[in-house]
């Protein structure tokens, strides 16, 4: 049976951020349609660059609902962590009714906002209370965590993830293959498997 995955992340801005290589869902869409057999399969975009939670939420039919997919993964966090915590319980709320609009038969994935270089940590500082925040509302809501900045610690340690980001705060090619991996290996689909 197809399966129909809807990606709600960061925009069409990938192709500035990765020097026009693929964006994360990209990666995924190559995964399950080209390596795993499975071509009838649609992974779509709807992310847009800038958007926060709020902004998702209030577009829910756009976003998500006209599609009814199988899977949405949602990406959110690192625009809304510039409001600091004061913008977390928008945040959280807006996140919770969001998963809620998603309905019984979708699989929800929610991910963790990633590591952003320490040049740029001081501006996103709240950024780890809206991670934390996606962790738990993926164990209150039963949605499949993807912690990327698990990942992003393990592999860097305490050194700065600046080899795997464009900039200060968006992933890089190299940091959307890493998300990619992280993603495709925690809805147990594999990794992406390279030449």
């Given at each position: 049976?197809?399966?129909?995955?809807?990606?709600?992340?960061?925009?069409?801005?990938?192709?500035?951020?990765?020097?026009?290589?693929?964006?994360?869902?990209?990666?995924?869409h190559e995964?399950?349609?080209?390596?795993?057999?499975?071509?009838?399969?649609?992974?779509?975009?709807?992310?847009?660059?800038?958007?926060?939670?709020?902004?998702?939420?209030?577009?829910?039919?756009?976003?998500?609902?006209?599609?009814?997919?199988?899977?949405?993964?949602?990406?959110?966090?690192?625009?809304?962590?510039?409001?600091?915590?004061?913008?977390?319980?928008?945040?959280?709320?807006?996140?919770?009714?969001?998963?809620?609009?998603?309905?019984?038969?979708?699989?929800?994935?929610?991910?963790t906002p990633?590591?952003?270089?320490?040049?740029?940590?001081?501006?996103?500082?709240?950024?780890?209370?809206?991670?934390?925040?996606?962790?738990?509302?993926?164990?209150?809501?039963?949605?499949?965590?993807?912690?990327?900045?698990?990942?992003?610690?393990?592999?860097?340690?305490?050194?700065?993830?600046?080899?795997?980001?464009?900039?200060?705060?968006?992933?890089?090619?190299?940091?959307?293959?890493?998300?990619?991996?992280?993603?495709?290996?925690?809805?147990?689909?594999?990794?992406?498997?390279?030449?």
């Amino acid at each position: 049976m197809p399966l129909e995955l809807l990606t709600t992340a960061a925009g069409p801005q990938s192709v500035l951020c990765t020097q026009g290589a693929r964006g994360w869902g990209e990666h995924l869409h190559e995964r399950l349609r080209w390596q795993l057999g499975r071509h009838t399969d649609v992974v779509v975009n709807t992310g847009v660059s800038g958007w926060s939670a709020p902004d998702v939420l209030r577009e829910q039919d756009w976003v998500s609902g006209r599609f009814r997919p199988d899977v949405l993964s949602v990406s959110l966090g690192t625009n809304d962590c510039l409001a600091g915590d004061a913008g977390l319980p928008a945040f959280r709320e807006a996140m919770r009714k969001f998963v809620e609009g998603a309905g019984s038969r979708t699989q929800v994935v929610l991910h963790t906002p990633v590591l952003v270089s320490f040049a740029e940590r001081e501006r996103r500082a709240a950024m780890p209370a809206y991670r934390q925040a996606v962790r738990e509302l993926a164990a209150e809501s039963g949605a499949l965590p993807v912690d990327h900045e698990a990942h992003r610690r393990a592999h860097h340690q305490a050194a700065d993830p600046i080899g795997w980001l464009d900039d200060p705060a968006p992933p890089n090619a190299a940091g959307q293959l890493q998300m990619a991996q992280v993603a495709l290996r925690a809805m147990g689909l594999g990794e992406i498997e390279l030449p």
